[in-house]
């Protein structure tokens, strides 16, 4: 079976570009979940979803960045104007119910660096 | 806001040996979990304790969530290079996941 699958895998830009991360969660998922992963801060959760549904967003960072689920199979994350302390590697996850607290499937993450 | 430590941060030991991570809350959590995460890839979970006192055994790794249910521990026995990877546990609770910092671990041949 097909995981969470994420893309692209590796991402370099110039300050001030727009960038645009992409998942498919797990077919079946009802919730989806963007993390960000960094040395200095480790796992942080910017934003999830329950059936499509933005439900809290508390922890996205400022107004450039932006997450939309326009369907159950797809969801999409962007910064614009991307800057370089947004370079870190971002994780989409999905999970089976819709409890933010259940078992997450991890994709394997789309490492940016903004220059 | 519920915070996670773990310790130790980094972890370098040899073939054969055994250690302990820790993972410690001053708040309660409903279940905790932990994964493994190797270079290049996403966090994977290994396991999900539950109940205060309740203890997980996959093959050479046991978990063990505290009778309270704020901290929880992972033991490994005769560790492997296999085992190499950042361990991360998550406290689930006041309807939100936290995660900790993990622990780098490296076990060399």
């Known amino acids: 079976d097909a995981g969470v699958i994420q893309s692209p895998r590796h991402e370099v830009t110039e300050m001030g570009q727009e960038v645009t991360l992409r998942c498919k969660p797990i077919s079946g998922h009802n919730s989806l979940f963007w993390y960000r992963q960094t040395m200095m801060r480790g796992l942080e959760l910017l934003i999830y979803?329950?059936?499509?549904?933005?439900?809290?967003d508390s922890g996205m960072p400022e107004d450039r960045f932006s997450a939309k689920m326009p369907n159950a199979s797809f969801s999409t994350l962007k910064i614009q104007p991307s800057e370089p302390r947004d370079s870190a590697v971002y994780f989409c996850?999905?999970?089976?119910?819709?409890?933010?607290?259940?078992?997450?499937?991890f994709g394997e993450g789309s490492r940016l660096t903004v220059l | 806001t519920q915070l996670l430590e773990q310790s130790p941060q980094f972890l370098s030991i040899q073939e054969g040996e055994n250690l302990t991570v820790y993972c410690n809350s001053s708040s309660v959590f409903s279940s905790l979990q932990w994964y493994r995460q190797e270079p290049g890839e996403g966090p994977v979970l290994l396991v999900t304790v539950v109940t205060g006192g309740e203890v997980k055994k996959l093959k050479r790794l046991t978990f063990q969530f505290g009778d309270a249910r704020k901290d929880s521990s992972l033991h490994i026995t005769a560790a492997q290079p296999g085992d190499t990877g950042l361990y991360l546990c998550a406290g689930a609770g006041g309807s939100r996941l936290t995660f900790g910092e993990g622990t780098q671990l490296t076990v060399n041949p």
């Open positions: 979803f329950n059936n499509n549904v933005p439900i809290d």
């Open positions: 996850a999905s999970s089976l119910g819709t409890l933010n607290t259940g078992e997450l499937f």
